[in-house]
């Protein structure tokens, strides 16, 4: 792990990364040394800078720590973490402030092969997303909504948890995007005001138009999803992974466009 | 700083504090080397403990490193900061886990004398509470809304600044709770859906209830405080703090009855 670019175990413990999750992160695949969807983790990460006021980190030195943590890597997954850096008791902010960054490699999940070959089930999560349009679609480190409905089961049969929202709208996965296809054309939740914007739900919804293929990013109930033709998750570990199943309701697999996951694939 | 119960300013980078916002804190007042209100402060632990699905803290540990830290120390602040401790890459909590607990102090805050003598000044933040019937009252270590709440602005003439929900309910303080009083009545938001339950809250409301003033947990709106004859905000460090002033509206002081505020500065 690299603190600041250099060899360390520990942080300070008056990070309020630490106090009260002030900061940011991002999750990316490393293929052969390099991370991937590089520029797509950086435009969501400046995101998230914006909102959260924080200044800007240095893009070509955060890559060239990132290139020589990962070097040599065969498959692997690269956790950026960015926080506001130390500063007193309190929420108020310093200013200004003297944020930390912190590069971890971490070993390539198992993904079980029959997620892809023979779908996933589902399960539906009684923890709910709560609603903020100003923290929306970023990734934050307030994450225990998600820790907290990825706490719900155990059982290694279902492979995710859908997470609606106060409104019975379905946002997405406890750690993962949401598409449904019907009747040709693809759907996907509205994240203005919960959720967080994936790299590789953007990656979809860019490669669907190149397509033809149209894409509603919409308000979507269970009822939206029982409709449904089929269903796929996206994360930028997964990729796209079909839905065998939630609750009652099995789905055909297969009717993912073979284009869009190769143009995925390629990608990721 | 104590880690654990050991000196230390560090941590490890691989908490899930740090990573998810996966813990808890209180903030206790100290004084003469006491923490005040711990009973209380740590039955809000335990229903975030319980909420989290963490395993209890040892409660005797806890004061008696507590206890240690705040020998000598005529007045000051005492953070306690639970966490579920390390855990790997990904939201689901390690089971079993090994929480780890911090415990700093901290010089007291100045708090201007007149904010008791004259009243504090309130802003309306534009940043809202989002709503989690499953994390309301609990103290978890996910604050980026009162961060960015209390970023928004540097007036040192204000003191607080007011935080609504989505639906302009008004919820509390960025970093306090809320009263109003009228018609004889006194009135605080309910926090069944957002916001925390402070300790001070809790006792003004049971201190109420010995002085046979009437209290309403109650849906309160801009318009609810405007109408108010006087408004006040309570946290650990605060006490009873009178509002003078919340937008063009000034407020009359001194209604706060003395017996009110007497038995609250006698428990804190």
């Not at 923290?135 to 998600?146: M, S, V």
């Not at 019907?182 to 860019?206: F, H, K, M």
Request: proline fraction near 6%.
């Amino acid at each position: 792990m690299l603190l600041n670019g250099i060899p360390n175990d520990n942080i300070p413990l008056t990070d309020r990364g630490l106090h009260y999750g002030d900061g940011l992160f991002e999750t990316l695949a490393v293929v052969k040394g390099r991370p991937q969807l590089w520029d797509r983790h950086m435009a969501r990460l400046a995101r998230g800078e914006a909102a959260l006021h924080l200044p800007s980190m240095d893009r070509s030195r955060l890559l060239l720590e990132a290139e020589s943590l990962c070097e040599g890597c065969e498959q692997g997954v690269l956790k950026i973490l960015v926080t506001r850096g130390s500063g007193g008791r309190g929420y108020r902010p310093p200013v200004p402030c003297d944020p930390r960054r912190i590069l971890s490699l971490h070993p390539w999940p198992e993904i079980p092969a029959t997620w892809y070959s023979d779908g996933i089930r589902l399960r539906v999560c009684d923890m709910r997303w709560s609603r903020n349009p100003k923290l929306a679609g970023l990734k934050h480190l307030n994450r225990l909504e998600q820790v907290l409905a990825r706490q719900e089961w155990d059982d290694p049969g279902i492979g995710e948890g859908l997470m609606l929202d106060e409104f019975n709208s379905v946002i997405s996965g406890t750690q993962s995007n949401l598409f449904l296809l019907r009747s040709g054309r693809l759907q996907t939740p509205d994240l203005s005001y919960s959720g967080i914007a994936g790299t590789v739900r953007e990656l979809v919804i860019e490669c669907a138009a190149g397509l033809d293929l149209p894409v509603d990013i919409t308000t979507l109930t269970l009822d939206d999803l029982m409709a449904a033709d089929s269903l796929f998750m996206t994360n930028s570990l997964w990729g796209v992974c079909p839905v065998s199943r939630l609750a009652d309701t099995d789905y055909a697999l297969g009717q993912i466009p073979t284009r869009l996951r190769e143009a995925v694939a390629a990608a990721v």
